[in-house]
């Protein structure tokens, strides 16, 4: 006998990067930071108080909200912490989905989405990219053919790195009936000469929310925290109603909020993120791999057809100890997402690439 | 335009217990633990090396998983890790409760039980206890008769502070076609006299599931962490598939999986709480409260009939930085909720009512 409901009992979970702990792995499989968490981070730790803990904490993370407000230039009232970003996805679901709802995602995706859509019973419109990883010009139209409740783009884009441009996203939350989510999650590394950056849409939008998390800017996967920013219709009712009521434990409260206010640090690691993206993608391109280019953390590698397969490469790497990821899924199972690494780490992961195409 | 689903809009949030900044405050509104972590979660912490949170934490929390399995005696299997006892709640109703389900419970019961319920649009049935708190003798069958999905019972229960006891929960599991969760929140402060204890139906029953908490026993309500003791059956679809992939921090698992493995210090705390309810428990009597014998660390006071009302206590009490719980629903309007706390601070909660009476 099984007490599941029956849309849980059919689906699969999240599969999930490799957690090896191991700490001598060159792990460049979930787009970890390179850089640990910066001297505010480390301070505000060293300075917490346990026996603080035997209080509940603060319950709407306020403190952290202001921060963020003010970081972004937004209200109080526009911002929702949570417990990673993955936190902030799942009370889209709870809170704006209903049973046969439609929710529109590009093909491919966060795998993610469509996991908590099944859990919720929504469905999933998935609309291919353009050949160019870009969004096709028609993508807003095919959501609202759909009667879609959400919509969901990831920018950078996730596998590839592609970016969609601020007016892209303009125009995407003036044409969209629907719920616009830009998943931001790895924003922070995107160029500065880029000029990204449409946060304050969700002014005016009734529509828009946008997702950041600290996991991979500030080096934070570790305190699981993320939080939304969107319009004070969109963010009050999972602020209020559907967000577990102490959301957010006390101690990452206090890192969280060191960690933003400590711009400085952060913008140092990534730009030597950045630094490193663009030298391990000529790299990779020297070995003859296809690589796009990347506005996030990872690099997306198609590849040599004259060499051993993706596949391949990535049990190679991964007996030499080198982990990085790849999807057994038409479409990607030519290619490998490499998070990118230290220099050190970078120059780990080529030799090890190099000793897989000498053997 | 509202873009929330039509249950949600309807809905309220759950209402929890003020908490106050001003650490001044003589806090006794919300149940906590008056004694804070013990040694050796300050170790954990002391220890906790922040360069290891650029890494996402273990995604299931295994090593508290075992600790913990090893403590009750049951399999890591019997085992899930959660942000607190509210998210398996929150995950109990995600997995196994569709739309319209009935969801059993007692009245009065946990507050945040039909907002959980209202989220995921299932029906409570409201079950009211007997005039001694106690379970009415026919209530599974209620249960049954109702074709409920879940049953939930906290024990000891809140608010009363009664105790079920071991055998009624044994027949309930086996009478039940439903879900049988057992609230244990406060199980550590049931004197052992009493020899409560049922974790080993987890075992044979597949209905069966406890939910425990760190957050009163263990003095770390700040750091949001409980777990879930139940059949494998159970345990599986939530940690596969409904819970957030990484819904741990990993500084949580470190002073978690500490805090269990010193049973030392927590039974020392368990123990002076019990000698200080004994001790509220006869001042308040003797002030004309009727107070229910508890095995919580909290008690449930009904006000002297010629005395202020239980409001006017509540508020007279915040007036002078004393707060303690008041719920304004029928049946319970005429009592407070009192956290047992430490000596110093029952002596500071009896001098103000004190003053109030001779007001």
Known sequence: MSFER?????????????????????????????????????????EFKVE?????????????????????NVGVENIIATRGGDELLRLLFTT?????????????????YPVLAQIQGAEVLSVPLAHDWNLPQDFAETANNANAKMTFVVNPHAPSGTLITTETIRRLAIEL???LLVDEAYVDFISPERQYGCLDLVRDHENVIFLRSLSKGYGLAGIRFGYGIGHATLIEPMLTKTRDSYNLDAISQQLATAAI????????????VRASRRDLHKALQQRGFDVLPSESNFLLATTPDSGPSAEALYIGLKAQNVFVRFFNVVGMDDKLRITVGTDDENAALLAALDHLSDG
């Open 6 to 46: 029956d849309n849980i009992h059919k689906m699969a979970g999240y599969t999930y990067g490799e957690q090896p702990s191991d700490d001598s792995v060159v792990k460049l499989n979930t787009n970890e930071n390179p850089y640990p968490p910066g001297p505010a981070v480390q301070s505000a730790l060293a």
């Open 52 to 72: 603080s803990l035997r209080r509940y904490p603060p319950a709407l993370a306020n403190e952290f909200r202001t921060a963020a407000a003010e970081l972004h």
């Open 96 to 112: 704006f989905a209903d049973l046969g709802d439609i929710i529109a995602v590009t093909e491919p995706t966060y795998s993610l």
């Open 177 to 179: 009936n629907s719920i």
């Open 261 to 272: 206010l400590d711009q400085t640090y952060a913008k140092q690691t990534w730009a030597l």
